[in-house]
């Protein structure tokens, strides 16, 4: 990975994945610890062949989210995590067949904010009304997918899901 000044959501410059032949990935890695949770926000974007390079965004080794394909616009992702101490990595990979777009993958405005600890509540409500991204998974304002609560509840706390559609894979 490397800074380059031709793609950027926001300012002038952007990180982009390395320069990469078939059957070859380009990592950035960081850690991150926080006594409290975290939201980790950032801006990506990808130019390749879709559906076979891809851009993955995993935290502590477990893939969160995946773009792939050509011609996409900057698309923002937002995680909250848990209180801890975290490995956040975007790996550009390739397969072996081809060669489509500019091959690569670009992320910008990465922030990682602290947020307030959970209210000493049992549960983490989840809402089809919720939000992931801006939720903080009270009863008042809940999260939206059963897969996010999931991920943000601490040991021992009840995930409580409200009535409605979930169309999700747990």
């Not at 990592?27 to 390079?53: G, M, P, Q």
């Not at 939720?135 to 996010?148: K, S």
Request: hydrophobic share 35%; proline share 4%; charged share 25%.
């Amino acid at each position: 990975w490397g800074v380059q000044d031709k793609e950027s959501k926001e300012g002038d410059t952007a990180p982009q994945s390395g320069k990469i032949s078939g059957d070859q990935s380009s990592v950035l890695k960081t850690t991150i610890s926080s006594t409290n949770r975290v939201r980790v926000t950032f801006w990506w974007k990808v130019s390749s062949e879709a559906n076979w390079d891809k851009l993955t965004f995993a935290v502590d080794g477990v893939a969160k989210a995946s773009i792939s394909g050509l011609d996409g616009d900057w698309t923002e992702v937002s995680k909250v995590l848990p209180a801890g101490t975290h490995v956040l990595t975007w790996t550009y990979a390739k397969d072996g067949t081809g060669d489509r777009g500019d091959d690569c993958g670009w992320i910008d405005r990465l922030t990682i904010e602290e947020l307030s600890p959970l209210p000493p509540v049992e549960a983490i409500h989840v809402a089809v009304t919720g939000s992931d991204a801006t939720g903080d998974g009270t009863l008042a304002n809940p999260y939206r997918t059963i897969q996010h609560g999931v991920d943000v509840a601490e040991k021992d706390m009840s995930v409580f899901v409200h009535a409605g559609q979930y169309d999700e894979n747990v």
